[in-house]
């Protein structure tokens, strides 16, 4: 059982990494196999088609994400203007990364935009929901006005923030984001 378990994390492993470097179309079900050690039909066994497998891998994905975000705002918790600094600085940073190509989970819906039922556009839309959810609650504890609708706003400001950084291939972006949120943030506490 353990062994299934690590043949199948080595196969989403691999095909995240081909998913994120060639795309969804381009990564091919041979070369994910390859990559990951196995055959094609050890692969078929875990994941019974490639649409499957990316719906998983954006699973797999999206605890980690949420995780590493999670981290990222701590040392703020409680402080909304400190967390929206730390979270567009983060991004900045990670957007510099070699061989950075924006939010896979944005990516992959946008490869797969005429797809509404995909497994790996309803993975992205709980990712989005669960980090947009997340901000609700940081800024409930932080006795925000309408907490809902200002994370809303900062979600915005996160996935035009990505897009523009892979569009002009400029991390300061993410500093224009940042700025915007405070003025939302701050705005936010202002509401009576």
């Not at 949420?66 to 940073?93: C, N, T, Y």
């Not at 070699?98 to 797969?112: D, I, K, Y």
Request: charged letters at 25%.
């Amino acid at each position: 059982m353990a062994n299934n378990a690590h043949t199948k994390r080595r196969i989403l492993e691999s095909a995240y990494k081909l998913f994120y470097k060639v795309g969804f179309a381009r990564a091919g079900v041979d070369a994910i196999a390859e990559s990951a050690g196995v055959t094609k039909r050890t692969l078929y066994y875990h994941f019974p088609s490639k649409d499957t497998l990316l719906g998983a891998v954006l699973d797999l994905q999206h605890e980690l994400t949420l995780r590493l975000i999670q981290r990222w705002a701590k040392p703020a918790s409680g402080k909304p203007l400190e967390m929206v600094d730390i979270l567009f600085k983060e991004f900045a940073h990670w957007a510099k990364q070699p061989g950075w190509q924006g939010s896979g989970f944005t990516r992959a819906v946008m490869e797969l935009a005429d797809l509404p039922g995909h497994p790996a556009r309803a993975a992205a839309q709980r990712h989005k929901a669960s980090v947009e959810s997340w901000l609700t609650a940081q800024f409930v504890r932080s006795e925000i006005k309408k907490p809902r609708l200002l994370a809303r706003q900062i979600m915005l400001l996160i996935e035009g923030c990505h897009s523009l950084i892979l569009i002009h291939g400029d991390a300061t972006y993410a500093s224009a984001a940042s700025a915007a949120a405070r003025l939302l943030v701050d705005h936010s506490r202002q509401r009576k």
